[in-house]
């Protein structure tokens, strides 16, 4: 039986013409959303998880360029320190989560407790097991307060992370986002496509589901997020940008 991973079309991308348009003319409608977002009292998640060197930080960026800085709040998750370590591992999530009217994004989340506490054994097999009832208990509580929640898992190939990883180490400005730890989470990269897999499958809920976003092309992977975010706040919001009015969306094109 393949994987779902193993279905995801890494081939998928954009020309820099498409990118350019596409990304500037959903970034006008998310800026517009944002304001609808503060006006309308919604609370908003958005939960990126992926591969080490995925693009995480850059489909971040792009989604808060044209928001209002006082509207979001982005939070880089790592390991538990201090009084967060006291406490269950959802406890950390909870303090952090937006007032109504506000946008919180994590990069890196409540998901680590079934990827890296689960692989590395950082907890018992029986807490990251229950892990799962808990999560999406948490997220449909989540829910039916009113909350979006988005769920991007950023998926790229271990030939692609490679390349991603050999350019940081070779580029002095990119070099501090390379980690022994890192090198030796892909000696593990198997285990942890295991893992993805099954949280995928075990949380992707009517709710709260998963967008696994083909992430091989980082100009494919901004766009893809941004729009998931602008169709899906358009229609929780039951409002539709102006820009998307005025403009037909280009088609992308796929590499053979």
Avoid at 84 to 97: E, G, N, Q
Wanted: overall charge positive; some cysteine; proline content about 3%.
């Amino acid at each position: 039986m393949s994987s779902i991973l193993s279905q995801v079309d890494l081939t998928l991308s954009l020309t820099e013409e498409e990118y350019i348009e596409q990304v500037v003319r959903y970034q006008v409608a998310l800026s517009q959303l944002g304001y609808q977002v503060y006006v309308q009292k919604r609370p908003v998640v958005m939960v990126f998880e992926g591969w080490d060197a995925a693009g995480k930080g850059g489909a971040i960026k792009r989604i808060t360029e044209k928001l209002d800085p006082r509207g979001y709040a982005v939070y880089s998750i790592a390991a538990p320190q201090g009084e967060d370590k006291t406490h269950h591992y959802l406890w950390r999530f909870w303090r952090r989560l937006p007032e109504r009217g506000q946008i919180a994004l994590f990069d890196r989340s409540w998901y680590g407790r079934v990827m890296v506490e689960r692989i590395e054994g950082f907890c018992r097999e029986v807490e990251w097991k229950r892990a799962y009832r808990e999560i999406n208990q948490f997220e449909r509580q989540l829910v039916d307060f009113g909350t979006v929640v988005f769920k991007f898992w950023v998926h790229i190939s271990k030939e692609e992370q490679l390349k991603r990883f050999t350019e940081r180490a070779d580029t002095p400005y990119k070099v501090w986002k390379l980690t022994d730890e890192d090198w030796r989470n892909r000696e593990k990269w198997d285990r942890y496509e295991e893992a993805v897999d099954e949280m995928l499958l075990k949380t992707s809920t009517l709710s709260a589901p998963w967008t696994i976003v083909e992430g091989n092309n980082k100009w494919w992977a901004r766009v893809r997020v941004l729009r998931t975010v602008v169709e899906s706040l358009s229609r929780e919001l039951d409002y539709v940008p102006d820009i998307l009015k005025i403009k037909g969306e280009k088609k992308s094109s796929k590499k053979k």
